[in-house]
């Protein structure tokens, strides 16, 4: 006997059993279908990138500490993503003069970060990413902001559960300027990015570290433009919020969070903002840019919170019990037809008793059995069973297919 | 200026652009499509395993040669995971009192091996991975092939150009048992795997090193049954191949491997077969189980072999152009009720002239343009051009969306 492995996956990243994973195949789904209706197109990469592309501009903190970072066999360093904003912008300055501008692109991968597994923090999880390339004035940020609204309504949230704050980056930073020393900006862009998190003692405290003037910013006139068009656009939980920093050093203006306004969930949703310059890490000239990442994990936790994510509905719709086994290989003709048929059918195990069948089937929450033995076969009629309501329906060989299809319809 | 990286993906890896991957769309979902057809339902799992999981039964090759394999800041040893059946091995050993058997389980993981990138091999690819857990007869393996066999005719393979090879991995084990000693078995298999891909010299040299005795191997009753029963359903490119031994070290049983017959693919689409002792990875009672997988890397080799792979039709079915700009603001309104009413809908740039605006939409492959400026939002009335035939259609503003709505139907 081998030594006992454990079952238990890496710490820190999930396991989806087929009732989980439908629910993020919900999110996924729910995620295309609203980034598709605003013209945005799928495109995807793989989690391993040379590790120098996080190397400038992605946050200190998540490189320092937070990576998964390793050489492989042939002495390359190599990154797990930790996000997917230094991917896109790889793969749009490598094509720039074929691609068409402006460009609508989005995603959905998994990124990785080696922290402490905490609620609504894990070390692996898919976000949906949505990028506009090509557009430099504030239709960009209106647009994003009002898909990634448009995302949050259709799964279920209303207005007041979220709050959408947003910021202008470069105008906190000119703010900063004269509060704190050039040598100091990291720091003080690094607390006040924090600010939120932190009970006022201690911000004062750190603050004081910085600089001796009191810390005080205040909403820029490109803030309020935006936040003026938004709302006059219908949308009217935008939160103007001139302390919001974002972690990201890349961001060149606006900047935006999407927070549930409970308080059962303290991490962001959803943020992002704009990001002209990046391409410089290529050496190119620049392209206009503007995206967020929203996560599955906070996702899920505020879903969950305000009882949103849906029940399970198997795709399977039948499940064939066997009345007898010595007519098994003639019920296994009508499964193949019936999957012709583009019916979903699975076989429950004919060296059980029937209730134990029917069982099984009830297991997987399959709505419909059908029994066949010699009896039915003879008659060339089947008793189609709806389990929720023990409903039966006798139906031909033929009418099989159609009646459950149909009640797709 | 920051020093310059390359815009290359990680070696051995892809970039989808959006035209590439709706082709890796259209193969996953043809692959759930089909996979549930059967009444398989979809589970997944991260690509961080622990390392230990692959230690014992993964063939030695992959282990020692070919994982990405590294310690995480905690200590841990890591591996992206080269195969699935050992994660879905472990996700079953976790729940096996609470789960129904027979269990019927697919996913389209991404898989990663450190190798040499060519044809058909890349250091990531993804992989229809089906497994049926809990049936010890060959009911089983007839389904888990059918369905490999079923898929591969969706996607529009013909009988004719591929073959289903299939043996039983015991009754090779048995008879290379008469042909050399215990000490060998290890190196002979691996050898016998490997044979197809050997000129016979070479086999032969090779072989002479393990044993005096001639090679020579046959089919067994256990492959003739199965075959013939396949034949029986339908399935007419059967081979039984006493010589088909495959790679990993769990197989118990039946193993198969799907084969272009044409010369230009010579990776297995596909392989796969019983393995009904794994759970004693995790010192459990066996459940028989038998799975197969099938990468995405040969699939498109083979499908573009014989041109089947499909034209590409992009999910945003119209682009609005902008006639003037001081229109924007109510031609946007029009956009936002579109999509409102389901229509995928994108924009172009309304600061470059309108017939480049309309060349945007064409190099996106969109069906349709509607040009809004004053003119339009007087008379209320739009016209809706199909680029593709130049055939125009005046629309009021409320039939825009039935319109294109009822062309998908």
Partial sequence: MNKKLSTDPYKGVRDFYPEEYAIQEYLYNTMAVVAERY????????????AELYKTKTSEEIISEQTYTFEDRGGRSVTLRPEMTPTITRMVAAKRRELPFP?????????????????????EHRQLNVDIFGIADQTAEEEIITLAYDLLTTLGLQEDQFEIQINDREALIAQLETLVEHSKMRNA????DKKSRLSSETFQKEWKKISKKPFSVTTSEKTKKLKEQLVSNGIKNIIDNPELARGFDYYTGTVFEIFDTGSKNNRSLCGGGRYDNLLELFNQDPIPAVGFGMGDVTMRDILETYNLLP??????????????????????????KLRKQSVNVTTADPNKKVADQIKYADKLKIPFVLCIGKQELTAGTYTLKELATGKETQLAEDAIAQFLLGLDK
Avoid: H
């Fill in 39 to 50: 013209g945005y197109i799928r495109y995807d990469s793989s989690p391993l990138e040379p």
């Fill in 103 to 123: 460009l609508r692109w989005y995603s959905i991968p998994n990124l990785f970060r080696y922290e402490r597994p905490q609620r609504g923090r894990l070390r």
């Fill in 189 to 192: 862009l690094q607390l006040v």
């Fill in 311 to 336: 029940e399970y509905i198997p795709m399977t719709k039948l499940c064939i019990c066997y009345a007898d086994k010595t007519s098994m290989e003639r019920a296994n003709k009508i499964v193949a």
